[in-house]
């Protein structure tokens, strides 16, 4: 049985983080658990080279595009060999042979009447390479807030709005398509919308794969079908797995099946998009400066303390939080105290009570049978990518063994003559080791590297990577076996010096990418997090009397689809229609939580389009230099319309 799973073809914009470690770990956990189920696995990830935000990177960093861009996927691909990654293929969109599967499937769509030639002009955000419907010059992008640019230009366009109604159908049929079933909901929401056509090339630019004269792919149409030019002349296609990140959903969602119909070629089964990892509750940013990376923490507390957290901490597919201090607490409290001290205790007192050797018993009726109900739960988790719930399976039947090993007391029964005591003795090594070797065999795709350690440690000769986990059960531990040589695996690490040197080694790989990229080295920031920015340039007393400042009161408020930051608010400030402003708050007020909020509004601007929504009006927010936004109010009752002097 082939399994066939991809990450994301990560953009070259920036060196690999632990956003981009993420998806890559929990694709290569997807992998050997798939393997230890039977099948025959290939693991694609790559890098996505294209497109206008690439080509002027590489102009500031003194680079040709071609150095560029080769400079950075080999950053990525150093990265994954040293974090133990098995992939089995490694696209780059520059590769020729993905530049002729982009032709192929071109013409394909083309030839089927999906594609056709037109002209565009309007506003193009080239940090997210994305065309922005209905925004005028200078609006903000609605995904990033950046300023967007006019372009003008013939484009070849896709039919996109040809397959609203097989789209639906496809998710109608195949509820599993799209995962987790918010992401499925998101999707389900924006093509019901309605869908427009795409454009799919561009002719002002240069740095990408040429179609026909002066066109060259749009980076979306291009990076996609990577999926497939990786594996292209095998029998991998389809993709029985995509995994991304939530941000990229639209894409993998929408577009790439409507491509692959377009081009009569069979869609990928299933689409998993995870969520964010947000550094102590805020989400990442190079703006922020509170971007972590992987390396550091590899060297400090080694990669498994790493794999270990984020599957354990995170629940996979919402967003979650790293912290220093969180990851040194999880790997002490559960890695070293947990795992490791079992192993340690099970093993020594085979050594020392029975000579190394695993006693000829069958181990305690109830403790094998909450391994049972801890194998079938634990298997179930990881084959529905529940990671944390199957380590937690995991976990609780640790703690019963670590509870029976104090109850038993083997130090106590090793000191008695009776038979009865030598024979409970060997039942409860036995017990313990054999909760050891299954625990081992159910971690293995998470924390591969130390699981192999203790399978060794245990005298097991076979291969732990080939084990058939549907065989997984109690009493498959060989009496009379000789255990290995025994050595500590998660040796307890001190919090502070440890969290200081991962600390300065960030600074030290941030500073390494920086020259890497040839981008500006940015000082360290000194100031504490609510220190005032410097006043703007003074304006005359008559410039602020024209901005009309009013007193509103949210009525509704609900999520735009397809934009993570954007809310539809309909306000009263004592009109007699509510107004209609569309605000980037929704990354910190749920809608429901603004509801009934008496606001601040700027009344008399020019009405603007953003996600399609005409809005009338902005709501006035306070912000941190890279901060979130706050919403200005009042302590004392206002009568919704007051102006504001």
């Not at 009493?475 to 307890?492: H, N, S, T, W």
């Amino acid at each position: 049985m082939k399994f066939y799973l991809t990450t994301p073809i990560y953009y070259v914009n920036a060196a690999p983080h632990i956003g981009h470690t993420y998806t890559t770990l929990a694709a290569d956990s997807i992998k050997r658990f798939k393997r230890m189920q039977g099948y025959k696995v290939s693991l694609t990830t790559g890098t996505d080279e294209h497109g206008q935000k690439v080509e002027r990177s590489a102009q500031a960093a003194g680079k040709t595009p071609e150095e560029f861009t080769t400079l950075v996927s080999n950053e990525f691909r150093t990265q994954w060999d040293t974090l133990g990654i098995r992939y089995d293929h490694f696209i780059r969109t520059t590769d020729p042979k993905h530049h002729e599967t982009v032709r192929w499937l071109f013409e394909r769509c083309k030839a089927n009447g999906y594609v056709y030639k037109g002209n565009y002009t309007g506003q193009y955000c080239v940090f997210d390479e994305l065309y922005v419907n209905d925004a005028k010059p200078g609006d903000p992008c609605p995904d990033c807030g950046r300023p967007t640019e006019t372009v003008t230009e013939e484009n070849y366009f896709f039919r996109l709005s040809a397959f609203t109604d097989r789209l639906l159908k496809h998710y109608e049929d195949n509820p599993d398509f799209i995962a987790p079933e918010s992401r499925r909901n998101e999707v389900l929401s924006f093509v019901r919308g309605g869908l427009q056509d795409l454009s799919i090339t561009r002719t002002t630019i240069k740095w990408g794969i040429p179609l026909e004269g002066p066109h060259v792919a749009y980076v979306w149409f291009d990076a996609l079908i990577s999926y497939i030019s990786a594996v292209k002349d095998t029998n991998l296609w389809p993709a029985d797995l995509h995994l991304i990140g939530k941000e990229i959903l639209r894409f993998h969602g929408v577009f790439w099946p409507a491509f692959l119909m377009a081009a009569d070629i069979p869609l990928p089964k299933r689409i998993f998009a995870h969520g964010w990892l947000l550094f102590e509750n805020d989400k990442m940013s190079k703006s922020r400066g509170n971007i972590v990376r992987a390396e550091p923490i590899r060297q400090v507390m080694g990669l498994e303390a790493l794999r270990y957290f984020l599957f354990r901490e995170v629940v996979f597919g919402q967003d979650g939080s790293f912290s220093f201090d969180a990851l040194v607490g999880r790997y002490n409290a559960e890695l070293a105290n947990g795992l490791g001290n079992l192993a340690s205790r099970t093993l020594t007192m085979i050594k020392q009570y029975r000579d190394g050797v695993i006693p000829d018993a069958s181990g305690t009726p109830e403790i094998a049978a909450s391994a049972r109900i801890a194998i079938d739960a634990a298997t179930r988790a990881f084959d529905a990518l529940e990671f944390s719930r199957g380590l937690e399976a995991v976990w609780v039947m640790l703690s019963s063994v670590d509870k029976f090993i104090v109850e038993q007391a083997p130090w106590k029964l090793f000191k008695s003559e009776d038979a009865a005591a030598r024979a409970q003795l060997d039942d409860a090594l036995y017990t313990s080791a054999e909760m050891l070797r299954i625990a081992v065999v159910l971690l293995h795709p998470v924390l591969p590297e130390s699981t192999a350690n203790i399978w060794a440690q245990l005298g097991m000769t076979s291969s732990l990577e080939n084990f058939e986990i549907a065989r997984l059960d109690w009493g498959q531990l060989p009496a009379g076996q000789k255990i290995g040589m025994i050595a500590p695996v998660f040796p307890r690490i001190e919090a502070k010096s440890a969290i200081d040197r991962m600390r300065a080694l960030e600074e030290e790989e941030t500073i390494r990418q920086a020259k890497l990229l040839g981008k500006p080295i940015e000082p360290k920031a000194a100031e504490p997090e609510g220190t005032m920015l410097p006043p703007s340039p003074k304006i005359d007393i008559d410039d602020f009397g024209k901005v009309d400042l009013r007193v509103g009161q949210v009525l509704s408020a609900e999520r735009v689809k397809g934009a993570d930051k954007l809310l539809h608010l309909k306000v009263d400030i004592g009109e007699p229609e509510p107004r209609t402003i569309v605000a980037g708050i929704a990354t910190v007020y749920d809608p429901e939580k603004v509801v009934g909020r008496k606001v601040v509004i700027v009344a008399n601007l020019h009405p603007r389009k953003l996600r399609g929504i005409e809005s009338n009006g902005m709501i006035v927010a306070a912000s941190l230099e890279g901060g979130k936004p706050i919403l200005a109010g009042f302590l004392e009752d206002v009568p919704v319309g007051a102006r504001l002097k």
